[in-house]
């Protein structure tokens, strides 16, 4: 059984940081393409970052380039996403998600092409 288990979203002021991680398990990490989206109340879900199963390729919405940064460590079946200089607008609640059967440099920015979801985590950046 897939298990994408998100944690350490919050409350935080503009201007602060916050570190999601993405814990998976019940497939082959070290092979799987990772990515993050966000879903605003009211708002489609929209592509953050994402990473090849390498870790070689990233690749960034223009919104959060500069600011997050994606990486993962294959060791512990676990991605993150480092985030700085949080602005009200990334309020949202965060997903990861899994992808098969890309390349070592291959890395998704569609939703629709990814086959495993989390279940979210909340993140509120006050003003």
């Known amino acids: 059984q897939v298990q994408l288990v998100e944690s350490g979203g919050g409350l935080v002021q503009a201007g602060g940081s916050l570190r999601l991680s993405c814990a998976v398990s019940?497939?082959?990490?070290?092979?799987?393409?990772m990515g993050w989206f966000r879903q605003a109340p009211g708002k489609d879900r929209d592509f953050v970052a994402a990473?090849?199963?390498?870790?070689?390729?990233?690749s960034y919405a223009d919104s959060v380039k500069g600011r997050f940064t994606i990486s993962r460590d294959n060791a512990k079946n676990t991605v993150y996403l480092q985030m700085n200089s949080l602005k009200p607008e990334d309020t949202a609640v965060y997903y990861c998600?899994?992808?098969?059967?890309?390349?070592?440099?291959?890395?998704?920015?569609?939703?629709?092409?990814?086959?495993?979801w989390g279940q979210g985590t909340q993140v509120t950046v006050s003003s």
């Open positions: 990473i090849s199963w390498s870790g070689s390729s990233t």
């Open positions: 998600a899994a992808a098969l059967g890309l390349d070592s440099g291959g890395y998704l920015t569609g939703q629709y092409e990814y086959d495993y």
């Open positions: 019940g497939l082959t990490f070290s092979r799987t393409a």
